[in-house]
């Protein structure tokens, strides 16, 4: 029987790199496409900041990918407030009176900006945000692990860096390169994801970086997926 997989936020960047390289691997996935604007015969609307709109996507769902959100790490607290906070506990509060058995979250390299550039981060450092961006982002983590831990969900929370294609490399400084997310690796990652045995591990956090010569998030976990 395929894999029921929502992908919400499907129009954005990332979610249109991703529903392309599923397209086009084998996979036996149905995928149900949600953003504000329908995407062709896959897709439905969704409104994350509105509860029934959640709880209509995930029903008969069996993972959930999620992606929309605010991306601006300059974003003010009012922009992420209704769309990353209330947006993804919706989501997450879906899935678990839906019956979802898994979700993967699209979190930040945002989340740990705030350690020193020559520090490389590990998943078990604590979150270090250092906008309100990516304390929206160290949230959502928050939000996964105790769905996870409490009320039985798969999490996985993937820390996403610089979303680039090497055509868009001139638009990267040095910290940057050192976060550098093809998006290939990420889609890659985020099937993985999907299909990944976490028996005994409920919730993950993942780097979503690229294997850069400097890494500025550790690669070590990521790998085991």
């Known amino acids: 029987m395929s894999k029921q997989v929502l992908i919400t936020g499907a129009n954005g960047r990332v979610g249109t790199a991703l529903v392309e390289y599923i397209d086009n691997i084998e996979r036996d996935y149905k995928l149900r496409l949600a953003d504000l604007d329908i995407i062709e015969d896959r ?25 929309a959100g605010v991306a601006s790490a300059d974003s003010p607290f009012e922009k992420v407030l209704p769309i990353n906070i209330v947006g993804t506990y919706n989501i997450f509060q879906a899935a678990s009176e839906t019956g979802v058995k898994r979700v ?44 996870a831990y409490q009320l039985d969900i798969e999490a996985v929370a993937i820390r996403i860096g610089a979303f680039q294609y090497q055509h868009e490399w001139d638009r990267l400084n040095s910290r940057d390169m050192s976060a550098w997310a093809e998006p290939e690796d990420i889609c890659s990652l985020i099937v993985n994801s999907i299909d990944a045995d976490l028996s005994g591990t409920p919730f993950i956090i993942a780097h979503g970086i690229s294997d850069n010569r400097f890494k500025r998030l550790d690669l070590s976990d990521t790998k085991k997926l």
């Open 43 to 67: 897709g439905i609307r969704i409104d994350v900041t509105d509860f029934s709109s959640c709880k209509t996507a995930c029903d008969g769902i069996d993972t959930i990918i999620h992606l």
């Open 104 to 147: 993967i979250y699209a979190s930040s390299a945002q989340a740990i900006e705030g350690y020193p550039l020559d520090v490389q981060v590990r998943t078990d450092m604590p979150p270090r945000p250092k906008n309100l961006y990516g304390v929206s982002k160290a949230y959502g983590e928050a939000l996964a692990a105790y769905y």
